[in-house]
C-alpha cells in the first residue's frame, strides 16, 4: 500500500515524524508537502492530496493541519473522498472497517507523535467490512450526486 501524506505548517512537524516511521517500517509514501515550518493554506494542501488519491496516485492518504479539522474539511470536498479525523485508535479503525474512508486527518497542535504513530499503525491495518456498512457508504456518494 502507497501512503499520500500532506500538511500545512501547523502539521509540519508531525509530518515529518510520520515520514521517518514510514522510513523505519518499510512503508511506501509520497509527501504533498508542505516542505516547511513557513505558514501555508491547508485547503492547497489538502486538496492536492485528496486529488492524488482519487487519481490513484497513492492508496490512502493522511491529512495534517493544526487541528485537522480545517484540512479534513477541505478533503471531503473532493468528489469520492472519505476522510475522518480521529484522535483515538478506536475511530481510526471504524473509519475504515464502517465508513470505508480512503483518508486520516490528525491535528499535529493535538494528538502526540506517539499517539500519531498508533493510531496510523490501526488505520492501515484495518479493512472495510462491506455489507450493510457498504449500503451506507453508497448512501455518502449518492449525497455528492
Ligand atoms: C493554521 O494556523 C491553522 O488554522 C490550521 O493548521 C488548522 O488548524 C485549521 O483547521
Redo the contacts with the bound molecule.
Sequence with gaps: MKIGIGS????FELKEYIKEYFEKEDIEYVDYGTNSAE?VD?PDYGRKLAEAVIAGEVDRGIAI???????S?ACNKVKGIRCALCGDTYSARMSVEHNNGNMLAL???VVGKDLAIEIISTWLKAKFEGGRHERRVNKISDIEG
Design positions: 500545512d505548517h501547523g502539521g505558514s491547508y493541519c493544526g487541528t485537522g479539522i480545517g484540512i474539511i491535528g499535529g497542535r
